[in-house]
């Protein structure tokens, strides 16, 4: 499935919806070596906040800052990285994007105006505009609560020049997506849990952009995301996984 999103200066996206994207429990998520709790989305909802984590996947900046109307709730979230999940609390919410070392008081690189949820949880994704040469937003909806016995992944292709990408399981002849454009992203599926390097190939099948790093296998009641970015020669394959505290525990994987 390939969805595209609207995006750019002043974009205004409805991101409410419906959708498992309040949580009743507590969310761990794992980058890397770095882990995170964040709180319920239940609990969240209580109070009339929003859970909004940023992923800076523009190669081009080496940190960025996100301010809010009334608040600076991400700061110099470095490139390849994830921030934790943080609470926003206005529905209507202007996000803007700075470059962190010139800060908040110089011009915005991009801004979009967001309609979220109470107790819902969505990703900023940071990355280049179509042409390379701008900046641009992504909001994505996290729904992270896989069906009984499953695994959720998403792939977000960030990398403007990388024309279109599948993503691959090594010894497993279907990709979980395929031909996903950049600018695009292929939402949440439910899998079966399994073993083995996933990558991220050109849609030709001839070429392996990168191996996926941290990320060896889907675990059931996990919820995974990749995030396509940087460009020809220097290409990164940005991985967090998610996992609501009580769920899925203690399925075995199946191997390929």
Same mark, same amino acid.
């Given at each position: 499935?390939?969805?595209?999103?609207?995006?750019?200066?002043?974009?205004?996206?409805?991101?409410?919806?419906?959708?498992?994207?309040?949580?009743?429990?507590?969310?761990?998520?794992?980058?890397?070596?770095?882990?995170?709790?964040?709180?319920?989305?239940?609990?969240?909802?209580?109070?009339?906040?929003?859970?909004?984590?940023?992923?800076?996947?523009?190669?081009?900046?080496?940190?960025?800052?996100?301010?809010?109307?009334?608040?600076?709730?991400?700061?110099?979230?470095?490139?390849?990285?994830?921030?934790?999940?943080?609470?926003?609390?206005?529905?209507?919410?202007?996000?803007?994007?700075?470059?962190?070392?010139?800060?908040?008081?110089?011009?915005?690189?991009?801004?979009?105006?967001?309609?979220?949820a109470d107790g819902s949880r969505y990703t900023l994704v940071i990355m280049p505009d179509r042409d390379g040469s701008g900046v641009m937003m992504w909001a994505l909806r996290d729904e992270l609560i896989p069906d009984e016995g499953k695994a959720k992944i998403r792939l977000v292709n960030a990398a403007p020049s990388s024309g279109e990408v599948?993503?691959?399981?090594?010894?497993?002849?279907?990709?979980?997506?395929?031909?996903?454009?950049?600018?695009?992203?292929?939402?949440?599926?439910?899998?079966?849990?399994?073993?083995?390097?996933?990558?991220?190939?050109?849609?030709? &099948?001839?070429?392996?952009?990168?191996?996926?790093?941290?990320?060896?296998?889907?675990?059931?009641?996990?919820?995974?995301?990749?995030?396509?970015?940087?460009?020809?020669? &220097?290409?990164?394959?940005?991985?967090?996984?998610?996992?609501?505290?009580?769920?899925?525990?203690?399925?075995?994987?199946?191997?390929?």
């Amino acid at each position: 499935m390939r969805r595209n999103w609207k995006y750019g200066i002043g974009a205004l996206l409805l991101l409410g919806g419906c959708g498992r994207s309040e949580t009743k429990q507590p969310v761990t998520t794992t980058t890397g070596s770095d882990t995170s709790l964040s709180e319920s989305g239940a609990r969240a909802d209580a109070r009339g906040q929003t859970l909004v984590r940023v992923v800076n996947a523009h190669p081009n900046l080496s940190a960025v800052t996100i301010k809010t109307d009334n608040q600076t709730p991400f700061t110099e979230v470095a490139y390849e990285t994830v921030s934790p999940y943080r609470e926003v609390e206005d529905n209507v919410t202007k996000f803007e994007v700075f470059d962190a070392k010139t800060g908040v008081t110089s011009e915005p690189l991009a801004v979009n105006r967001e309609i979220m949820a109470d107790g819902s949880r969505y990703t900023l994704v940071i990355m280049p505009d179509r042409d390379g040469s701008g900046v641009m937003m992504w909001a994505l909806r996290d729904e992270l609560i896989p069906d009984e016995g499953k695994a959720k992944i998403r792939l977000v292709n960030a990398a403007p020049s990388s024309g279109e990408v599948d993503l691959t399981v090594k010894g497993r002849p279907e990709p979980l997506f395929d031909d996903v454009n950049p600018g695009s992203e292929a939402g949440f599926r439910n899998v079966d849990p399994m073993t083995g390097p996933l990558m991220l190939r050109h849609e030709d &099948g001839k070429r392996t952009l990168v191996t996926v790093r941290d990320l060896s296998g889907l675990e059931a009641g996990k919820s995974y995301t990749i995030v396509l970015a940087g460009r020809a020669g &220097g290409w990164q394959g940005i991985t967090f996984e998610d996992a609501v505290q009580g769920v899925g525990a203690g399925v075995p994987r199946i191997r390929p």
